[in-house]
Nanobody, 123 residues
């Protein structure tokens, strides 16, 4: 199976920066895509940024130019650098990964979520 461990959330003033990390571990054969979602109180979970195995990235319009997703493939880790943070970025941020893992001699599909990390931006 596959597990995700997130870190890096916290409290920051508007205009500040934070960096989130998400490390995947387990019997991973390939990660097809890995990214970040967020959920603010009373709102639906939304995609923030994602990176595909091809290196292609996509971002929510609200974070373009401010957030950057990057990877360390040797460690199956993705990072989300968040700059120029705004109060409306306040949310619980969840890492998500999809791909294939080894189950003895069989490759199986996985989709897993991290435990979530709280980002609070004060005005």
């Amino acid at each position: 199976q596959v597990q995700l461990v997130e870190s890096g959330g916290g409290l920051v003033q508007a205009g500040g920066s934070l960096r989130l990390s998400c490390a995947a571990s387990g019997s991973i054969f390939r990660i097809n895509a890995m990214g970040w979602y967020r959920q603010a109180p009373g709102k639906q979970r939304e995609l923030v940024a994602a990176m595909h195995s091809s290196g292609t990235t996509n971002y929510a319009d609200s974070v373009k130019g401010r957030f950057t997703i990057s990877s360390d493939n040797t460690k199956n880790t993705r990072y989300l650098q968040m700059n120029s943070l705004k109060p409306e970025d306040t949310a619980v941020y969840y890492c998500n990964a999809i791909g294939l893992y080894r189950d003895y001699d069989v490759l199986r599909y996985f989709e897993v979520w991290g435990q979530g990390t709280l980002v609070t931006v004060s005005s």
